[in-house]
T-cell receptor, first 111, second 115 residues
Framework: EDKVVQSPLSLVVHEGDTVTLNCSYE??????LLWYKQEKKAPTFLFML????IEKKSGRLSSILDKKELSSILNITATQTGDSAIYLC???????????FGSGTRLSIRP | SAVISQKPSRDICQRGTSLTIQCQVD?????MFWYRQQPGQSLTLIAT?????????ESGFVIDKFPISRPNLTFSTLTVSNMSPEDSSIYLC????????????FGPGTRLTVL
């Protein structure tokens, strides 16, 4: 069965710390891996990764895909309280148009 | 990217009633998706809605419970029928977009509470 697994499920750190969130997947016909940030209702898009080893960056956030290990990490440096959210990892199938989500990591940043 | 709006943004409903959620997009899209996120859970795909054809439902979801309409390329509705407290969730419509139509974008969501 296709699945996406995220770890840790929750994480509490202090402002200024660096965090690494993990995502592993087992899917057939992988096309891309996506990261989202969910603060209230709607997830907002962060990154889409299709190629192994190429880091994508956006400000203090960065992410990289390892197709050999079937995994990805999302790094956040110099965390701020505004980074507190649920971070969702999802995988897009090549053979279908749908994506499946992991359970998410709930990140809390303490001032 | 397309702008997606949903109505209502939230509602509190009585058991046994039905609620129809509307999703409007500011551009034409072929495929729209409906997701559910139960409290403390991740997003689960309910169905894929193509204009002009029946929606395709995922395992565990049936048309009688979640009828979907897709009358044109910018609009879709999801009805949650004969609601029970277990239907309390956030319901999100979604579409694919971006440079290669591989990025998935979400509407603002509808928070449904069933008493």
């Amino acid at each position: 069965e296709d699945k996406v697994v995220q770890s840790p499920l929750s994480l509490v750190v202090h402002e200024g710390d660096t965090v690494t969130l993990n995502c592993s997947y087992e899917v057939t016909n992988f096309r891309s891996l996506l990261w989202y940030k969910q603060e209230k209702k709607a997830p907002t898009f962060l990154f889409m990764l299709t190629s192994s080893g190429i880091e994508k960056k956006s400000g203090r956030l960065s992410s990289i895909l390892d197709k050999k290990e079937l995994s990805s990490i999302l790094n956040i440096t110099a965390t701020q309280t505004g980074d507190s959210a649920i971070y969702l990892c999802a995988v897009d199938y090549r053979s279908a148009s749908k994506i499946i989500f992991g359970s998410g990591t709930r990140l809390s940043i303490r001032p | 990217s397309a702008v997606i709006s949903q109505k209502p943004s939230r509602d509190i409903c009585q058991r046994g009633t039905s609620l129809t959620i509307q999703c409007q997009v500011d551009s034409q899209v072929t495929m729209m998706f409906w997701y559910r996120q139960q409290p403390g859970q991740s997003l689960t795909l309910i169905a894929t809605a193509n204009q002009g054809s029946e929606a395709t439902y995922e395992s565990g979801f049936v048309i009688d419970k979640f009828p979907i309409s897709r009358p044109n390329l910018t609009f879709s509705t999801l009805t949650v029928s004969n609601m029970s407290p277990e239907d309390s969730s956030i319901y999100l419509c979604s579409l694919k977009g971006g440079e290669n139509y591989n990025e998935q974008f979400f509407g603002p969501g509808t928070r449904l509470t069933v008493l």
